[in-house]
């Protein structure tokens, strides 16, 4: 399996950490709430399934500038990041902003679309990275 791929709406990657040492430390984003996939299925359906946590991510300075843009914006955000296990590995990934950005149709959102995708990635990229450090 490959370290890291893209998908047609997200960036996803392997980054060999703990589980709970993975999430979103750089790149200006904070987590806004956390969602445990894992806990809620065993609540609602009684079924097992891998950890998986679901992280609504902001950085504020971005997120005002963008509502400042697009009021509407807020149905979009935040922009969402996963942490998860698969077959003994811990992967990290991140929503294709720009593409999910892109349904908004303001051109001038579009750099700063840009901008919040490559700080997700690197974000995500960022992880791997100290896990191999």
Partial sequence: MQASH??????????DVPFEEAGLKSEGFGVLCKIDIQAKLKEKLGVEFPRYVILGACNPPLA???????????????????????DGRVFAGAVDAAKMLSIVGNPAMEPMAKDVNQRLRRAVDSIARAASA
């Fill in 6 to 15: 893209d998908l047609e709406y997200g960036y996803v990657s392997i980054v």
């Fill in 64 to 86: 005002y500038q963008a509502l400042q843009q697009e009021i509407d914006l807020g149905l979009l955000l935040p922009c969402n990041a996963v942490v998860y296990e698969r």
